[in-house]
């Protein structure tokens, strides 16, 4: 364990109250802090999980952090001005590194009275469904969907200047390079990040049975941003229904300029940095009844990248996605789950004949859950990595995660 | 809300321990309560601070939010209890039945009293899904996850303090205080309480209200009368 995780640890330690603190421990919050007569809520969220070394960067959400061995903490806040008027926000920190800003947006309800608001600012993300939830409570796992979080080789700042150069990224998404843009070695993307949210607007509204929202944000699914790196802004829909309770039916899209100017200048010049998107269409499902959670969702993404040397990359690059998920609650406070997932990739023709653009994977992730308190989760997960490609075709990977939430 | 101190769980959970060794009463007491006449202890209770419901967690990642109107009324109830229970109380102690429903994605009442051997239902009467849990000591259970119109019993046997909870709704919380006497009551909105059918005598008397309870205060019942008593929490 590096010092910088061991100082982590111990910190986790200290802000769950384990190890030698006093029973001064007791007075952590359970429940979200007012303030203001109500008007500013803070609560929080912090996970501490240390696993195995996960050699193949399965689980790694950029080059430096994996989900299996994190330290995070996170503080939301709601400040409702008025009936019409919220400002909410959360600061996020992972390993004791640099402080962000996860959202940061305000809420306008123009009728009191009607379930329409409309949201301004680093927005919740409109498509799917995993991406909003609270991570440290509503994901019963450790680690996270592969399409939420697995590292793609592609890279909105760097192109490939054929076939043969993106085929020699397949399962190198922690850290690929090409020759086009910028041409240091970074992390490439997710289908759809989990880990940053968009900036832009987004109109929501809702009725007992049936949600829907549109949002036109500056970055793209796989790329989320604060400022646009191109001409052109996403628009993203999603619409869910509840037609019986327990039951929720999602259905989304998702379409904007996925290559930054820089980028697309390089390969085409000038103006055409609007041609090469992203394009993606999602379905999920959730069941729950009695002490079960089911949840499936599936996720089919294209982005089109210029044709430029040969062997040249002649189709949309395309990967699809989907995990089956559930949970089951043995006894009070303790709870067993499991997830299938899968992440596939089209075939492209390199001068080795087809292949697919980026290595498939497969993950088949177990655990439990036991809540020491209400607010004091316990999570111990195994998952088995395959992948076609990369350096490290399979592993398997443990790890126990601490969470507190307030 | 902050925890509530171990001191206030241990007292509490202690006052109903306690009253089945307890009957602390001298000889001479005792032997007068076959003849006395019972009387009752009556006050208010004065929360200087009233409780406020749980807000709650920011819903930072929703796409939108419900108007939620927050009642504090039934914050305002708490309870008033004998530490200690005349001898033969145990014997009285009836099991009934308690509902504590789920409505406005709240708890109603957000505070039940009840003693060992009542069964509560908890009915859902929300148009979405409930789950009622608890990990107090005295009782663990988690009854799943229900829809509208199901209701599901629990039988409360061991004495003490029962925090229930949601784990849809991290804001809907309640209060179970379980007694293995029948010697307390839930106050008004007011604060007002009143005890009925206490044999005369002296008892420690708490208030309490939401994690905070008054210190054990010595109360006379007379023969037949009331006696008066009024408490300041918070």
């Not at chain 1, 049936?210 to 790329?223: E, I, R, Y």
Request: charged share 20%; hydrophobic share 40%.
């Amino acid at each position: 364990m590096t010092s910088g995780l061991r100082r982590a640890a111990l910190l986790a330690a200290v802000a769950l109250g384990g190890g030698t603190l006093p029973a001064g421990a007791q007075v952590l919050p359970s429940e979200p802090i007012a303030l203001a007569g109500g008007h500013v809520t803070v609560s929080g969220d912090v996970t501490a999980a240390i696993g195995s070394d996960d050699t193949g960067f399965f689980n790694y959400t950029d080059y430096e952090h994996s989900a299996l061995k994190l330290f995070r903490v996170d503080l939301s806040t709601s400040v409702t001005l008025n009936s019409h008027f919220t400002l909410l926000g959360e600061i996020r920190d992972e390993n004791i590194d640099t402080l962000r800003a996860y959202a940061f947006y305000v809420r306008i309800r123009p009728w009191i009275d009607r379930g329409i608001d409309i949201q301004a600012g680093r927005v919740p993300p409109t498509f799917g469904a995993f991406a909003r939830r609270v991570y440290a409570t509503d994901n019963p796992l450790v680690g996270y969907p592969l399409a939420y979080q697995y590292l793609t080789s592609l890279r909105p700042d760097a192109l490939p200047w054929s076939a043969d150069e993106l085929l020699r990224m397949r399962g190198r998404g922690w850290l690929s390079n090409f020759s086009i843009g910028n041409q240091e070695p970074e992390n490439g993307v997710a289908v759809a990040t989990a880990f940053r949210w968009d900036t832009g607007i987004q109109l929501h509204a809702a009725s007992d049975k049936v949600d829907g929202t549109v949002a036109v944000t500056t970055g793209t699914l796989s790329n989320p941003r604060i400022t646009d790196d191109n001409s052109a802004p996403q628009v993203a829909a999603r619409v869910s229904a509840r037609p019986i309770p327990g039951l929720v039916l999602g259905v989304s899209a998702s379409r904007g300029p996925f290559v930054s100017s820089t980028a697309a200048r390089g390969a085409v010049g000038d103006g055409h940095d609007r041609d090469f998107t992203q394009t993606a269409w999602g379905g999920d499902i959730e069941y729950s009844r009695g002490y079960y959670v089911l949840r499936a969702e599936t996720i089919w993404s294209e982005w089109k990248l210029p044709a430029l040397g040969a062997p040249v990359i002649d189709t949309p690059l395309q990967a699809l996605s989907t995990y089956v998920e559930g949970r089951y609650k043995l006894r009070p406070g303790l709870y067993v789950a499991g997830r299938v997932d899968h992440l596939g990739f089209n075939d492209i023709v390199g001068s080795a004949g087809p292949q697919s653009w980026d290595a498939p994977v497969t993950r088949v992730e177990v655990g439990a859950g036991y809540s020491l308190l209400r607010n004091l989760l316990l999570k111990i997960s195994v998952q088995r990595n395959t992948r076609d490609g990369g350096r490290v075709p399979s592993a398997t990977l443990a790890a126990v995660q601490a969470v507190y939430w307030f | 809300m902050l925890l509530i101190p171990r001191r206030t769980r241990k007292i509490v959970t202690l006052i109903c321990f306690v009253s089945s060794a307890l009957i602390a009463q001298s000889p001479s007491a005792i032997r007068g309560l076959r003849a006395a006449r019972n009387g009752a202890i009556r006050g208010r209770v004065d929360l200087r601070k009233v409780p406020t419901p749980s807000e709650p967690r920011p819903n930072v990642a929703d796409l939108g939010a419900a108007v939620r109107a927050l009642d504090i009324s039934d914050r305002l109830r708490s309870v008033v209890y004998l530490e200690s229970a005349p001898r033969g109380a145990f014997e009285t102690v009836e099991p009934t039945h308690a509902v504590m429903d789920q409505r406005g994605e709240r708890f109603v009442p957000h505070i039940l009293a009840i003693t060992t051997g009542t069964t509560v239902d908890f009915p859902n009467s929300d148009h979405i899904y409930h789950n009622v849990f608890s990990l107090s000591k005295t009782k663990r259970f988690d009854l799943g996850r229900y829809a509208a119109g199901h209701s599901v019993p629990v039988r409360f046997d061991r004495p003490g303090i029962v925090r229930v909870f949601c784990d849809i709704h991290s804001h809907m919380n309640a209060f179970i205080l379980v007694f293995s006497h029948p010697f307390f009551s839930l106050t008004d909105n007011d604060g007002r309480f009143r005890i009925d059918n206490i044999p005369p005598g002296v008892y420690n008397v708490i208030a309490w209200n939401e994690g905070v309870q008054s210190e054990p205060r010595a109360v006379t019942i007379p023969d037949g009368g009331i006696a008066e008593e009024d408490f300041v929490l918070r």
